[in-house]
C-alpha cells in the first residue's frame, strides 16, 4: 500500500483527502505545516506528498527546498495543492506547475476536484 503525507493547515481539506485516499486503498499520515512534515517526512518515508503553500510556520515552499537539499528525500514526488492559483503558468511548457528553484512540481488549484488529485496522484505513483 502506497503511504501519501498530505501537509495542509485546512483540517477539513485533509479530512476529505484522507476519506478519499483512504477508500482508493492508500496509506494517508498528515501534517499542518511545513515545518511538521520535514520531520513526518524523515520518519514515514512517504511515497507521495500534498503540499499547500501557505501555513503557518512554514510555507510550502520552504519545506520543499529543505526536501530537495537532501539526498534522501529528494526524490519523493510532490503536488502542490493551492490556493495560489495566480502564479501557475498557463502559457509555458510547464502549464499547471509550481517551480521551486527551477524545478517544476505539478500544482492542483484549490478548490479541487478529488477526481483530479487521484489522477495525478495514479500518474506519479504509477497505480
Given at each position: 500500500?502506497?503511504?501519501?503525507?498530505?501537509?495542509?493547515?485546512?483540517?477539513?481539506?485533509?479530512?476529505?483527502?484522507?476519506?478519499?485516499?483512504?477508500?482508493?486503498?492508500?496509506?494517508?499520515?498528515?501534517?499542518?505545516?511545513?515545518?511538521?512534515?520535514?520531520?513526518?517526512?524523515?520518519?514515514?518515508?512517504?511515497?507521495?506528498?500534498?503540499?499547500?503553500?501557505?501555513?503557518?510556520?512554514?510555507p510550502g515552499g520552504?519545506?520543499?527546498?529543505?526536501?530537495?537539499?537532501?539526498?534522501?528525500?529528494?526524490?519523493?514526488?510532490?503536488?502542490?495543492?493551492?490556493?495560489?492559483?495566480?502564479?501557475?503558468?498557463?502559457?509555458?511548457?510547464?502549464?499547471?506547475?509550481?517551480?521551486?528553484?527551477?524545478?517544476?512540481?505539478?500544482?492542483?488549484?484549490?478548490?479541487?476536484?478529488?477526481?483530479?488529485?487521484?489522477?495525478?496522484?495514479?500518474?506519479?505513483?504509477?497505480?
Amino acid at each position: 500500500m502506497k503511504k501519501i503525507l498530505v501537509v495542509d493547515d485546512d483540517p477539513q481539506i485533509v479530512d476529505l483527502i484522507k476519506i478519499r485516499l483512504g477508500a482508493n486503498n492508500y496509506a494517508v499520515i498528515s501534517s499542518p505545516d511545513g515545518k511538521d512534515a520535514i520531520l513526518k517526512i524523515k520518519k514515514e518515508e512517504p511515497d507521495l506528498i500534498i503540499m499547500d503553500i501557505m501555513m503557518p510556520n512554514m510555507p510550502g515552499g520552504d519545506a520543499v527546498r529543505i526536501l530537495m537539499a537532501d539526498n534522501k528525500l529528494k526524490n519523493i514526488p510532490i503536488i502542490f495543492l493551492t490556493a495560489l492559483t495566480a502564479n501557475l503558468p498557463y502559457e509555458s511548457d510547464h502549464k499547471g506547475s509550481i517551480n521551486v528553484d527551477g524545478q517544476f512540481f505539478t500544482a492542483i488549484p484549490k478548490p479541487f476536484k478529488p477526481e483530479r488529485l487521484l489522477f495525478e496522484i495514479r500518474k506519479i505513483l504509477g497505480t
